[in-house]
């Protein structure tokens, strides 16, 4: 992180004068220069403090400014600036998050009169973060923090307890498009897992199988013909409806990907505008369909969690997030099912 402090700070000031001025981002940005170890995303583990949503939600957003390399009047990172600055009131009036914006992780010790992250030691002494002898040395996850894609993978392996070294490929810097990662993965997408002997696993799903069959507890994509037929279904319908119309607005829309309109190595394709609202459209057809569903079971293949939920909380979450799409407030069963698989630990993974 230290090595960002420059250009964050550069982009902080180029972008919005006001921001300087303002205490509350600046005692972020002191909190989240300070430490870089303290910055593993961490699932919640009780309801939050006053105002600690829209504090740990403006952290999100600066490591996000601090991952993108975009000059200082780009107009995502003017529009992400003036969430902060939006968002740093909250903070100071110690308000929630508005509707629509969620987090899909907070950790945070209740000590009075404080907001502070555990330590490492301490968190690793509660499990979360494994040691390294703790680590596979199997299997290496070529990953992207911020990415929905990898993070279903993250998440299928925290819920099986699969942890591995990972490594990040920065794809809005491009490297996933580097000469070293396209050997790695022809097609220039993340995620891809990578085995000892060298072989190389793509497309989340697959990687899924793979880690079904050589990690079978707990069963994440059923036990029967029917059950995993059933998990395989709605798998598909969380990746192709949820995710790819996320894409996408996503795609069409921020000014990082104008000439990246399709992942990976597809060479310059531009960024078509008037998809973001055809993309739109289809992630509000997914969320009412998926409310409906989820009307009628708690998870959504049944009465089990599995991977068709793990796909459907990164899409919902990239949707909202990073697509700007809020689920409607009128989206109960949605809600509900949200906030009970946001809360299990692997969704911080
Ligand atoms: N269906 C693939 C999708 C992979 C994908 O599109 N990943 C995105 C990140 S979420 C990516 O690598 N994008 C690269 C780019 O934008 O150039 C999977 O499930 O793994």
């Known amino acids: ?64 400014l601090c991952d993108l390399a975009r000059p200082p ?27 629509g914006y969620r987090l899909d992780w907070t950790e945070c010790e209740e000590r009075p009169n404080s907001l502070k992250m555990p330590s490492l030691p301490q968190r690793r002494a509660a499990g979360a973060t494994p040691t390294p002898q703790q680590r596979s040395k199997a299997m290496k996850l070529y990953d992207t923090q911020l990415a929905p894609n990898p993070r279903r993978v993250r998440i299928f392996m925290a819920e099986k307890g699969i ?48 880690l079904e069959e050589t990690h079978p507890e707990p069963p994440l ?18 990746e192709i409806d949820g995710m790819w119309s996320a894409a996408e607005v996503f795609r069409n829309a921020h000014p ?41 079971s708690a998870f959504v293949a049944g009465d089990q969690f599995s991977a068709a939920d793990i796909t459907g909380l990164c899409a919902v979450d990239f949707a909202a997030r990073f697509a700007r799409v809020p689920v409607p407030e009128d989206c109960g069963n949605l809600q509900r099912w949200h906030q009970v698989v946001l809360a299990r630990p692997s969704a911080g993974a």
């Open 1 to 64: 992180m230290a090595r960002h402090q420059p250009e964050l700070l550069g982009i902080l000031r180029g972008a919005s004068p006001a921001l300087q001025g303002n205490k509350a981002v600046a005692a972020f940005l002191s909190r989240v220069l300070d430490d870089e170890e303290r910055l593993d995303l961490m699932p919640p583990r009780r309801p939050p403090l006053p105002g600690e949503e829209a504090f740990w939600w403006c952290i999100e957003q600066l490591l996000l």
């Open 73 to 99: 009047n780009d107009p995502y990172l003017l529009m992400l600036v003036d969430d902060l600055r939006a968002f740093a009131d909250l903070v100071e009036r110690r308000a929630p998050l508005p509707p």
């Open 163 to 210: 942890s591995c070294e990972t490594i990040q490929v920065n794809i809005v810097k491009g490297e996933n498009l580097s000469k070293e990662y396209l050997a790695i993965n022809p097609r220039g997408v993340v995620p891809t897992l990578v085995l000892d002997d060298g072989t190389a696993i793509d497309e989340s799903v697959a990687i899924f199988h793979y």
């Open 221 to 238: 994509m059923g036990t029967d013909p029917l059950s995993k037929a059933r998990i395989a279904s709605r798998e598909r319908h969380m």
């Open 256 to 296: 990082a990907f104008a000439k990246r309109g399709i992942p990976g190595n597809q060479g310059a394709v531009d960024a078509i505008p008037p998809l973001v609202e055809r993309g739109r459209g289809a992630v509000l057809r997914f969320y009412r369909r998926l409310d409906e569903a989820l009307g009628a």
